[in-house]
């Protein structure tokens, strides 16, 4: 059974770019939450889809948007990139939206913002 | 709001010896707890959270942690630690009603030395 599996693992880009980072769900979960790990800090919650629609979101800009596929799978978008977007950004997927639910998180995509 | 504090930023202790790993939290509303454990260049595995009901959790590798709704408490224990147990360990509570957003720590660096 596959857990999540998030894509690429390494990413540099330079500011102003564009950047798209892929999640896949763990097998049978529908749920996907994304988050922004600087360094030496805990995650941050960025937003969360669940049918195909963004749910929840945290204190991010609208640069950092999102897509959920018919597959659940998941994309996160980041627009103009700053010096301080640069972080390990993690997925995590769940069942549904009860509260209580666990998370399963993938190992993340390092970006780094030159 | 919420917000999660860990008292310890890194925590060293000898194989074997117990360890506590300390987690101070604030909200307005009712909240779950979790405990995560990071391992180097992976992703946050959960080791134990709180629901309801007993106010001591057990969870995997070991490690229990008790909550203390008057202390706004949920510090970590574990009675022997191995060499294993080495990693980041990280507090997060999710409001009752907003499952989505869960709200981490900066974490603690546990290291185990022979």
């Known amino acids: 059974d596959a857990g999540v599996t998030q894509s690429p693992t390494h990413l540099i880009k330079t500011r102003g770019q564009q950047v798209t980072l892929r999640c896949s769900p763990k097998?049978?979960?529908?749920?996907v939450s994304w988050y922004q790990q600087a360094l030496g800090q805990g995650p941050q919650f960025i937003f969360q889809?669940?049918?195909?629609?963004?749910?929840q979101r945290g204190n991010f800009p609208d640069r950092f948007s999102g897509h959920q596929f018919p597959n659940y799978s998941s994309e996160l978008n980041v627009n103009a990139l700053l010096l301080g977007d640069s972080a390990l950004y993690l997925c995590?997927?769940?069942?549904?939206?009860?509260?209580?639910?666990?998370?399963?998180f993938g190992p993340g995509t390092r970006l780094t913002v030159t | 709001a919420q917000s999660v504090t860990q008292l310890d930023s890194q925590v060293p202790v000898f194989e074997e010896a117990p360890v506590e790993l300390r987690c101070n939290y604030s909200s307005s509303v009712s909240v779950y707890l979790f405990w995560y454990v990071q391992y180097p260049n992976q992703g946050l595995q959960l080791l134990l959270k709180?629901?309801?009901?007993?106010?001591l959790v057990k969870g995997i590798n070991g490690f229990e942690a008790e909550f203390n709704k008057s202390q706004t408490s949920f510090h970590l224990r574990k009675p022997s630690v191995h060499i294993s147990d080495t990693a980041e360990y990280f507090c997060a509570v999710t409001p009752h009603t907003n499952a989505g957003k869960s709200t981490f720590g900066d974490g603690t660096t546990l290291t185990v030395k022979p």
């Open positions: 995590a997927s769940s069942l549904g939206l009860a509260p209580g639910y666990e998370q399963y």
């Open positions: 097998s049978g979960h529908d749920t």
């Open positions: 889809y669940y049918e195909e629609e963004e749910r």
């Open positions: 709180y629901l309801s009901g007993s106010t």
